[in-house]
């Protein structure tokens, strides 16, 4: 059983940025590629970025290519997503997920375990 906590998010004007941490209990985290997935009111849940064991080969998104970067620290147990110039339309509920046994994928079915999410609110 993996258990997964998010911080990090709040509310920011456009242009601003946002780093969540998601900490995560497991003593093999390095074996989990991570993910972070968001949703939106009334939208399915959408892929925003994954990372491999290594911290290698991160996949992003289209939507926040260029503007948001994931990274992990296997010393913490702790995935990160910087996420710079915010736009109203990034506001969402972001949650990480662990997946086992699988490489970076952006399929919400492949991960095994998941965070309560953090709410990101961006103003216009």
């Known amino acids: 059983q993996v258990q997964l906590v998010e911080s990090g998010g709040g509310l920011v004007q456009a242009g601003g940025s946002l780093r969540l941490s998601c900490a995560a209990s497991a003593r093999t985290f390095i074996r989990y590629t991570m993910g972070w997935f968001r949703q939106a009111p009334g939208k399915e849940r959408e892929f925003v970025a994954a990372i491999s064991w290594s911290g290698g080969n991160p996949s992003y998104a289209d939507s926040v290519k260029g503007r948001f970067i994931m990274s992990r620290d296997n010393a913490k147990n702790t995935v990160y997503l910087q996420m710079d110039s915010l736009k109203p339309e990034d506001t969402a509920v972001y949650s990480c997920?662990?997946?086992?046994?699988?490489?970076?994928?952006?399929?919400?079915?492949?991960?095994?375990?998941w965070g309560q999410g953090t709410q990101v609110t961006v103003s216009s």
């Open positions: 997920a662990a997946a086992l046994r699988v490489g970076v994928t952006a399929s919400p079915s492949l991960y095994n375990y």
